[in-house]
């Protein structure tokens, strides 16, 4: 936690000073300037790099014995969706609205701007230096979506104060945001997919969480602690004084609620992990 922490203070100060080249790429594109929104998005991507190494360089020198991999504020920025884009989005339009704009302050998009790209850099940078490359480009993955979302409602939004008015101009700065638009649907589809999975896993987390709670209705004192439906896999946790209830009707039902057949574990409160399925009698 405290070296994603110091990783986003410091990639404030990086990042934040960035946000008119930020905001540079999306003007370049509303006046068809593509020498304009090259230059200012090379300067975007050191800044950006920047970022990465120091949350490596933090992450390499803070004790092994600290999971920061476990920590809320790195995993949920791992495993990005669709709500994460929508956020950028609405950043983007705000901070390209507050330059357009003589009496906003010009440190205000900056922030704004930074909010939504620090943090995920400096997670990419812990996860580099933690060895999980995995969880590295989940990241990378909320960070491009955001870089992208934020161009395209600046570029929006600066063609709409009237930035450029001429035809030709116009046309030009349509092919220039066309890639824009395609780079931003393709990064937004796995957002939408993990978006669409982690519904469909909460879904299943209810349904089993229901069906082990009227598995145990009958066994006095006995309680559901915790359901986890991942890879693939089941396991219900569950406290109770006595034996535990034979698990065939916990398979039945759980079988009746989640089409599947999936490895259902089930653990007691003294650690014993029993299999449902090879515990299930004919």
Known sequence: MLADSTATVIGAMIIAPLSTPIMGIALGLAKGSRDGATSSLVTVLVGAAGVVVVGVLLALVMPRSWDLLANAQVAGRTSPGALDLLAAIATGFAGAIALARRDVAAVLPGVAIAISLVPPLAVVGVCLGHGAPGLALGALLLFLSNLLALVLAGTLVFAATGYTAEAAAARGRRRAARPVVVLLV??????????????????????????????????????????EVTGGQIRVTVRTPGTVPTTAPLVDRIDDAVPGGFPITVVTSVGEEIDARADRTP
């Open 186 to 227: 393709l990064v937004a589809l796995p957002l939408v997919a993990n978006s669409a999975g982690a519904y469909y896993v909460t879904v299943m987390t209810g349904r089993v969480q229901t069906a082990a709670e009227d598995w145990l209705r009958d066994a006095p004192g006995a309680a559901v602690e915790g359901v």
